[in-house]
């Protein structure tokens, strides 16, 4: 409509991320919501104890600015997605390390994926771990996503991606879907531009990898843990966060804080008491203290639950 591509254009003196104020500070100056495996979405089909309530979009829509999500090969099955065969094993071997074995037996007996033959060519999903527990098929996904940040053209977001997906099929898809043409390339050593400069430029998508970055070849898929620190993401309670250094170069110029907890039983209850403003709000506090910076990724389960985006703005002043 006349309105929305009216409210499409990226007007040099409208907010940045919702805020004026935030224009005129670098990227590394800024704190983000972020999604932790945003692509495991409870409006989706198919997905196993999902951590979100929502698809990637649904999280941007919502405020979220830091997506996290995990790439793996998978193919289409007559009942949902299968791991292909070269990855099959040591993604069954993550997943019964993370969730356990009675929650993968239970899960792979839900979705009958022991009796699934494939029905379709190998491509790339967003899965966790096993992509019988829940797949969404990348190529979509950023296309979406690439449509809502033209919707919205003063919004700087940042994808930090758990990658089996090599680097070349990654980027194929993100030059497709035209993400390529957004993503902002940092140069090592030299200050991150402003919220307001990387609207201006149209290069306002940090894509962070944690396996593999691009090199020469792509390089604005960034090695994540050059140019990100953050925290341990293993804890049983709240009562075990620490800000204690774990991933990523010291000197690293942004910082994550992960804040969620890491039973499947209760995930949806256990984000609700830890997103609470008492509680995450004094330990992003105590990480910015403890670790010298502002906490960039302020990453948890269900962003919908508790009281995230306050404890950013708030960061923010």
């Avoid at 983000?32 to 495996?37: D, G, I």
């Avoid at 094993?89 to 993550?94: C, F, K, L, S």
Wanted: proline fraction near 8%; charge should be negative; charged fraction near 20%.
């Amino acid at each position: 409509t006349a309105v929305a591509a009216a409210a499409a254009v990226n007007d040099p003196e409208g907010p940045c991320n919702g805020h004026r104020e935030l224009c005129d500070r670098r990227f590394d100056e800024v704190a983000f919501p972020a999604a932790h495996n945003a692509m495991s979405a409870a409006d989706l089909p198919g997905w196993y104890l999902p951590e979100q309530p929502t698809s990637l979009v649904g999280a941007l829509q919502a405020g979220v600015r830091v997506l996290l999500f995990d790439t793996w090969y998978g193919q289409p099955a007559a009942k949902g997605v299968i791991t292909v065969p070269g990855d099959r094993d040591a993604a069954e071997a993550e997943a019964r390390a993370k969730f356990g074995d009675a929650t993968v037996d239970s899960a792979l007996r839900v979705v009958g994926s022991l009796q699934s033959t494939p029905t379709g060519p190998t491509r790339p999903y967003m899965c966790h771990t096993l992509c019988e527990l829940g797949a969404t098929e990348l190529a979509p996904a950023m296309a979406a996503v690439r449509a809502w940040m033209d919707a919205h053209p003063r919004e700087v977001v940042t994808f930090f991606i758990q990658d089996v997906v090599t680097p070349a099929d990654t980027a194929a898809i993100l030059s497709r879907t035209g993400l390529a043409d957004m993503a902002y390339t940092p140069q090592p050593g030299q200050p991150f531009p402003t919220l307001g400069q990387m609207a201006d430029s149209g290069k306002r998508l940090l894509v962070l990898m944690e396996n593999r970055g691009g090199g020469t070849e792509f390089p604005y898929l960034l090695q994540g843990f050059d140019w990100v620190q953050e925290t341990p993401y293993t804890f049983k309670s709240a009562a075990d966060f620490s800000c204690a250094a774990n991933r990523g170069k010291p000197d690293a110029p942004l910082f994550e804080v992960n804040h969620w907890l890491a039973g499947f039983g209760s995930l949806v209850s256990d984000a609700a008491a830890v997103n609470a403003a008492d509680v995450l709000g004094p330990r992003v506090q105590q990480c910015q203290a403890e670790r010298g910076q502002i906490p960039n990724f302020v990453a948890v389960n269900y962003y919908n639950l508790g009281d995230v985006f306050g404890v950013v703005d708030r960061l923010n002043g």
